[in-house]
């Protein structure tokens, strides 16, 4: 088998929230706060306020992810018609504490990893990544960071993905391994490209939507930790 030379990693919804899409981890916050809002109308307003930074372009390339979920819950508060500055600041620190934790969580592997790998991450965000990951104390263990945001390429484009290899310096993707969360946007366009890929498996955006077709030599990780003990095998 070839050798692994990199390891390229998805952000959202694999290093930050342990495979769970962020919609779930915001739900899960909003539950736990108690705020008086259906399952249909959170995510009706998930949507408007995804639309919403993405429009207005908001998010500043220095605010960290506290600023990100302070701003995305606000809108999706004045969205619900249920704003007050607690439950705002309430939910928004909950979700920026759960992103922290999962970090720290991931970055034991990560460190591991990058004493024998370079690694990178493709992640489709908003032009803020790097302020994110240097918050977290994370950055210094990525050779790259090719932010949505920055390249103007955002996933399921295969595009982005190539922009990775070439940060790695790695001119054969069969020589990278792909780690993500979301099958459209991670394992598919990065399969595409002969890139080795492995899903990390959690709660997505719409659950009874039929799952795509999983190439194969997929691995499946019941956790980023397992990793460690996988790799070797690719």
Known sequence: MK???????????????RGDHWSEVIWRAYVSERAEVTRKAFREAYVHAERALEREQCIGPQDTFLEVMRKKIGLQLDYLDI???ELHEAIGRRCYDSARECVAESAVTLRRLAEDYPLAIVSNFYGNLRAVLADFG????????????????RKP??????????????TDPGKVLVVGDSVD????????????TAL?????WDASRPAPQLPEETAILQSLSNLAEIHIEF
């Open 157 to 170: 484009d295969p595009e982005i993905f190539r922009v990775g290899l070439r940060a790695l310096g790695i």
């Open 83 to 85: 704003y007050t500055p």
């Open 185 to 196: 946007k991670d394992i598919l366009p990065a399969h595409s490209l002969g890139c080795r």
């Open 138 to 153: 994370v950055s210094h263990l990525f050779r790259a960071v090719i932010d949505s945001g920055e390249t103007g390429i």
């Open 200 to 204: 990390l498996p959690g709660v997505q």
């Open 3 to 17: 050798e692994t030379e990199g390891i390229i990693f998805d952000y959202g919804g694999t290093l930050d929230s």
